[in-house]
């Protein structure tokens, strides 16, 4: 029955996106997942997407899948590039991996207009300022 299944709760893994300067000296912005636990996580799919409104027009990116094979204890992957044009959308994280022999998963969205300059924080692990939740 439903109420057999036990669902863990994630807790200590975050996804942020990082503001930093590239090999060019240009800003560009990277999304990260950061794993604060100190147990390694295992099996990590992480699914990217974004979808709103702008101007009264629909819009949403196309999906991408993200295999990350093993994140360390107390440590961070960058999962992928993000460009300030889709700021204004939700930008949805789907992060699961498996720990202790049972599987976690998480949504993490970013709201629009929520990674901007004034929301951000020193990012742990990553020491570089941008936008994180846990």
Do not use: C
């Not at 970013?110 to 020193?122: G, S």
């Amino acid at each position: 029955m439903k109420k057999d299944i036990e669902i863990p709760r994630m807790q200590d893994v975050g996804v942020a996106v990082v503001s930093e300067v590239n090999e060019e000296g240009l800003n560009e912005w990277n999304v990260y997942l950061i794993n604060l636990k100190k147990e390694q996580l295992k099996g990590v799919l992480v699914s990217s997407r974004g979808y709103g409104e702008i101007n009264n027009d629909i819009r949403k990116t196309s999906e991408l899948r993200h295999f990350l094979d093993e994140v360390n204890p107390k440590s961070f992957m960058k999962i992928e590039p993000i460009i300030e044009d889709v700021f204004m959308l939700n930008n949805e994280y789907w992060v699961s991996f498996f720990l202790e022999e049972k599987m976690y998963d998480k949504k993490f969205i970013f709201l629009p207009e929520t990674i901007r300059e004034e929301n951000l924080i020193r990012i742990p692990l990553i020491d570089k300022m941008g936008v994180m939740i846990l």
